[in-house]
């Protein structure tokens, strides 16, 4: 069984944390830090313009000594943005993050975001995928499985 992003958006909700371009960096924050995220989408409308997270935090405000309330978040934000669809699998999700070192990827449908998967999101998934096996297994060695 590989799970889909659908399925893990079903299990954890598909709220979207969003600030416009034209936010302040401290706006951002706060809103990461009422949310309990590490990032937030940055959208013009509908449209996906980037991503905000503590690593760009860290990178470009803090380490550059910029003050968070003079810094607009366009300014700092990932703009090239990866995306995935719902209908992905968890591999192709961590590969994904693997690959390209992030931890936040927004999942697009039709041009429309429907969620973020994050890597903790990634990391339950993976092991829910290894307990079902596990235990699959266990019956399956002790005769439980019914014929």
Sequence with gaps: MTTTVRQ????????????APSATVLEALRCMQANDIGGVLVTEGTQLRGIFT??????KVTLQGKASK???????MTANVLTI???QTID???AMMTENRIRHIPVVEKGTIVGVITIGDAVKAVIAEQQATIEHLESYISGDLGA
């Design 92 to 94: 192709d999700v961590m």
């Design 85 to 87: 669809s719902p209908s």
């Design 70 to 76: 003079d810094v607009k978040v366009s300014e700092v």
């Design 8 to 19: 893990i958006l079903d299990g954890k909700g598909d709220a979207v944390f969003a600030v």
């Design 54 to 59: 503590e690593r760009d935090y860290a990178r």
